[in-house]
C-alpha cells in the first residue's frame, strides 16, 4: 500500500514488495541481513524518484498546466 501511486516501481529493483506480514517481515530481514541489497535498493529508489518527482521535474509540468488555464 505505500508503494500505491509511485510509477515505474519495480519489486526487487527499487524495493521489495510485500502484502502480508510475514512477507513484510522477511523483506525487512532480507535488508538487514544483505546491505548490498538495501544500499542497491536505496540508489535505485532514489533515483527513480528523483527523475520523477524532483521540484525540477514537476514544476515545469505545474506551469504548463497554468498556461494552459
Known amino acids: 500500500m505505500g508503494a500505491e501511486g509511485v510509477r515505474g516501481l519495480h519489486d526487487g529493483e527499487h524495493l521489495l514488495l510485500a502484502n502480508a506480514p510475514e512477507a513484510f517481515a522477511r ?3 532480507r535488508v538487514l541481513e544483505d546491505a548490498s541489497l538495501g544500499q542497491r535498493l ?9 527523475e520523477h518527482y524532483d521540484w525540477r521535474v514537476l514544476v515545469p509540468l505545474l506551469e504548463a ?3 494552459m488555464g
Open 42 to 50: 536505496g540508489e535505485a529508489g532514489r533515483k527513480l524518484v528523483q
Open 27 to 29: 523483506a525487512v530481514l
Open 65 to 67: 498546466v497554468y498556461r
